[in-house]
């Protein structure tokens, strides 16, 4: 019930929407729906809800014009109904809206399904009926599948199918057994865990009942889910489904797929094996199948490669029967007993190879299905060649699972049907045997024998059989019985199905197949009834003709000129036209417009074109024109042609043909000098020569194409070709500064003499005036480049200017004035440089101070102290300006006087020390200068010098006890003049 019930919701949904997406304007009947539409929000609260469409259905469905409305802002809606009557009223949000992700579809009143739906009355009496509508808030239900060891079950399909009807939705679980539901229809649901592979269940199927665990077994009743909240307590402890995973392989351990796989159940109560299953049932793409089975139960297994229908797989070989475990017959397969350990088994049979595999076809029966009137079989399309067929009659046995029961003797390809096969479905099969191939037998269709029934003229087919013309069954009426149950048509092609109407249109596919009609009518007589089928046909299903006038060809058969195909008026139109354009009789390659251009190679040749006509449904058409006479020769486009390049000795000149036609065009070119052939000059280029020097040159190019008459054109005569003069490259000499000139430097122009002119460029402009062969640089200049263009005449010759490169930009001139020194001209003294004014300011100023005219190293600052190393020489200073945009400038100062030698700075020597014999007394000299000074000691004992004591320090000896003792001190230093100074006595020496 709860299938049929969703099927049906389903398909009043499918007219709501479709009435929801165009939605005309309505005519006021005076009859009306009205009301509000309410949701509970989040917090339980029922508010307006707005973006909600209604549909009212009249309850007997006998009105189908559009009865809808639309929720305002305030949930209020009103709906025009036809006439009075019950309704239905069904509720839904607009799809994509916030309402659509938050409510349910609801049917007035409460109702997710129209079977429960409660009826609205509108009458004359009241015309104005109020339904109020509230949709319900959809829940979310979580859980988690896991095995009854806890183990986290994915890939489990997890639903909620609402009990009364209506949205149903499912996701599976994660890799953690985890699942959400949303938008779940809240009020009593039916919510399933189940393996989503259905022919493969690893898993048994649990329901929820609503608490925190699930059940095998349909809750009764159903739990029931509230509006809004989030149920997290839907979980599933599956079971594995006991059963066999039965697997086909061949030889090598490949599996085969579509092989029909048969199980047997053994009944304990009658002792039979039983087939539960209908077919066939093929193995998947890895050679298996599935089958549950019940624990202690007792089962059998086989595998049978005989079905050749569409869904059977296209092989080349095919394989002999076998059961499990290796056995030929499921009488001697091995008994599997289903255990409660393992659940699940593999069950894998190894099928040996029978045979090849013949194409077979499923024979249909024509004819009348009745008693006394004669059945055609036809068996379709066996291959391959050579494939013997046999026919065996039989019918379908529907009390023992449809068995076929042949007719002893009925071998032939007709069968009368006798009256003790009334009421039987009549059928044929057809086996066809070929050494080498598997013997293959295939059914057809039964057919009820009919009794008692006949039709008042017999079953004809009318019309054109061919392709988009209406075939039409017409027969008389059904006689016989006291009521018709039912008729009915059923068409086929080549036995194939192909339609149930009472007419048939030929489509492309049904070209040269063999088209037939049975009529069925099922007929009663008070409790008996009895099926008459009569049969018309076949006919062949043929291509339509075309009507195909011959083409003609019109324009001017000379190579070059276009032709044209007239194909004249195809139908029925329209019609779809090729074409193919032949050379004596031959195609010519990409000639395939309704226009060609005649090339030579048609030259002497006929032309025809063949236009070819393709319709769907019609025959292709092919018609050729008759032959245009011999195509002629064409005269080719041929222009005067010109001459480039510079007619000078030593330049080449170029043959501009221009456009010859039509391309390709083979051109051939000749030089001429002064009227003259010149031998070899035959190329589109040519290089003169001083042999050309004072003559004029032509060049004639002569154009061939096969099919076309050659043609000749000369160009005008250039001028006198002139001599090439001898022209180097000049360069620019000079100092490129303000104020000062720069040369150009010519080369060597010849021959000699050569009259040369000279122009300066500033930055690329021309200098007005500037045509000497020197240019003084003005301020102007600054920061530009010069260039001179040097122009070389010579009669005879043609005039040659060549230009220099460009110099480096130009610079200013600094004003640069000569330094001076001042200072003592004397070691240890400090001389100054005063640079004068450099302009223009500023000027950034370095120096170099130079001893005899050699840089003193470190020496570069603006003074300098003089050293001992400059005494004697003399000292000078160069200044170098430097600024951005003018020349570097140095300049030196007049040497000074040679340098004297210095002063030294001295002071008194003291000595410290006890005066007593055997002490030691110290030198004390004081600070001498300028650091470093070498110092000198001389002791002396009463004024008379010690012999050896010239150190800083000596020690009394008991000869210098009661003398006096001086020290004298001598400082020198290179460049400066020695200095003596002696100390004072000291005391006497005790």
Same mark, same amino acid.
């Given at each position: ?568 008026? #195809?139908? =029925? %139109? /329209?019609?779809?036209?090729? *074409?193919?354009?032949?050379?004596? !009789? &031959? +195609?010519?390659? $990409?000639? @395939? ?66 456009? #010859?036609? =039509? %391309? /390709?065009?083979?051109?051939? *070119?000749?030089?001429?000098?002064? !009227? &003259? +052939?010149?031998? $070899?000059? @035959? ?308």
């Amino acid at each position: 019930m709860r299938r049929l019930v969703v099927v049906t919701l389903t398909a009043v949904l499918g007219i709501v929407l479709g009435l929801a997406a165009a939605t005309p304007a309505q005519a006021a009947s005076g009859y009306t729906i009205t009301g509000v539409v309410t949701g509970r929000d989040a917090s339980g609260a029922l508010v307006p809800l707005d973006d909600v469409y209604l549909y009212a259905q009249p309850v007997d469905w006998q009105d189908d014009r559009d009865h809808y409305g639309t929720a305002d802002a305030s949930g209020r809606f009103t709906i025009d109904v036809t006439k009075p009557g019950d309704y239905t009223l069904y509720a839904n949000c607009h799809t994509g809206t916030a309402c659509a992700d938050t409510y349910a579809a609801q049917y007035y009143d409460q109702s997710p399904g129209w079977g429960d739906a409660k009826t609205i009355v509108v009458s004359t009496t009241s015309p104005t009926a109020t339904a109020n509508v509230r949709l319900p808030r959809f829940a979310t239900v979580k859980g988690r599948v896991t095995s009854t060891s806890g183990a986290a079950i994915p890939g489990i399909r997890v639903e909620s199918v609402p009990t009364s009807g209506g949205s149903v939705v499912g996701t599976t679980t994660d890799a953690t057994g985890a699942y959400t539901l949303t938008k779940v229809v809240p009020g009593e649901v039916s919510i399933t865990a189940r393996d989503a592979d259905w022919n493969m269940h690893a898993w048994d199927a649990e329901y929820w009942d609503g608490t925190s665990v699930s059940t095998p077994d349909y809750p009764s009743p159903d739990p029931v889910l509230p509006e809004g909240p989030t149920v997290t307590t839907a979980n599933f402890e599956l079971a594995p489904t006991t059963g066999f995973y039965g697997e086909a392989v061949d030889a090598a351990g490949a599996p085969i797929q579509g092989v029909r796989w048969v199980t047997y159940t053994h009944n304990a109560e009658t002792g039979q094996w039983e087939t539960p299953q209908y077919g066939p049932l093929m193995t998947d793409e890895n050679g298996r199948f599935f089958w549950r089975t019940d624990v202690g139960g007792r089962y059998k297994l086989c595998f049978v490669d005989d079905h050749y229908g569409p869904e059977a797989p296209n092989r080349e070989t095919r394989y002999a029967s076998r059961c499990w475990d290796n056995a030929a017959t499921s009488d001697t397969a091995t008994i599997l007993t289903q255990p409660t350990s393992p659940a699940q088994r593999t069950l894998r049979v190894v099928l040996p190879v029978a045979g090849k595999s013949l194409t077979a076809s499923e024979p249909w029966v024509d004819g009348a299905s009745r008693v006394g009137s004669t059945l055609t079989a036809h068996a379709n399309a066996w291959g391959p060649s050579g494939v013997q067929l046999t026919y065996q009659w039989g019918w379908y046995d529907t009390t023992n699972r449809w068995a076929f029961v042949p007719v002893a003797g009925a071998t032939g390809t007709t069968f009368v049907p006798t009256s003790d096969l009334a009421g039987k479905p009549v059928a044929v099969r057809v086996t066809g045997s070929l050494s080498g191939y598997v013997t293959t037998t295939m059914s057809s269709i039964g057919y009820e024998v009919g009794k008692g029934v006949a039709l008042t003229s017999p079953l004809q087919i009318s019309g054109s059989a061919v392709v988009g013309q209406t075939l039409t069954a017409n027969h008389g009426t059904p006689v016989g019985g006291t009521a018709i149950d039912y008729d009915g048509y059923e068409w086929r092609a080549d036995g194939a199905y192909a339609g149930q109407q009472k007419t048939l249109t030929l489509t492309n596919d049904m070209v040269g197949k063999k088209i037939s009609v049975r009529y069925y009518v099922r007929t009663v007589t008070g409790n008996d009834d009895t099926t008459y089928v009569a049969s018309a046909g076949p006919v062949t299903a043929q291509l339509g003709t075309l009507t195909a006038p011959t083409p003609t060809i019109t324009g001017t058969a000379k190579a070059g000129s276009v032709l044209t195909a007239v194909p004249g008026a #195809w139908g =029925p %139109a /329209p019609v779809t036209l090729t *074409y193919q354009w032949k050379r004596a !009789g &031959v +195609a010519i390659t $990409g000639a @395939t417009a309704s226009t060609y251009t005649l090339t030579g190679s048609d030259t002497g040749k006929t032309i025809t074109v063949t236009v070819t006509g393709t319709k769907s449904g019609y025959a292709t058409a092919a018609k050729t024109s008759a032959a245009t006479a011999a195509v002629a020769a064409g005269m080719l486009t041929a222009p005067t042609p010109t001459i480039s390049g510079t007619r000078t000795v030593g330049y080449t000149l170029t043959a501009v043909p221009g456009t #010859w036609g =039509p %391309a /390709p065009v083979t051109l051939a *070119y000749q030089w001429f000098r002064s !009227g &003259v +052939a010149i031998t $070899g000059a @035959t190329a589109s280029t040519y290089a003169l020569t001083s042999t050309d020097m004072g003559k004029t040159l032509t060049v004639r190019v002569t154009g061939s194409k096969t099919g076309y008459t050659s043609a000749a054109k000369t160009s005008a005569a250039t001028t006198t070709v002139l001599g090439a003069l001898t022209a180097p490259t000049p360069t620019i000499s000079g100092t490129r500064t303000v104020g000062y000139t720069l040369t150009a430097v010519p080369g060597t122009w010849g021959p000699a003499p050569v009259t040369l002119a000279y122009q300066w460029f500033r930055y690329g402009a021309a200098i007005t005036g500037a045509t000497a062969s020197t240019y003084r640089l003005t301020s102007t200049d600054m920061g530009k480049t010069m260039t001179v263009r040097v122009t070389g005449s010579k009669s005879g010759y043609m005039s040659v200017a060549k230009t220099s490169g460009a110099t480096a930009t130009v610079l200013g001139a600094l004003t640069a004035p000569t330094p001076t020194v001042s200072g003592t001209v004397k070691a240890g003294y400090r001389l100054t440089a005063t640079p004068g004014t450099w302009g223009p300011s500023p000027v950034t100023l370095t120096y170099q101070w130079k001893r005899a005219g050699v840089a003193i190293t470190g020496a570069t600052a603006s003074s300098y102290v003089l050293t001992g190393s400059d005494t004697g020489k003399a000292i000078t200073v160069t200044v170098t300006g430097t600024k951005t945009g003018y020349m570097t400038v140095a300049r030196t100062s007049a040497a000074t006087a040679a340098v004297a030698a210095g002063t030294l700075t001295t002071a008194t020597p003291t000595i410290s020390g006890t005066r007593t014999v055997g002490s030691r007394l110290t030198a004390v000299p004081g600070t001498w200068g300028p650091a470093p000074v070498t110092l000198r000691y001389q002791w002396y004992r009463s004024g008379v010098a010690i012999s050896g004591a010239t150190a800083s320090t000596y020690v009394l000896t008991t000869t210098d006890r009661t003398r006096t003792m001086t020290v004298r001190v001598t400082g020198s230093k290179t460049g400066y003049t020695s200095v003596t100074k002696t100390s004072a006595a000291t005391a006497t020496i005790t």
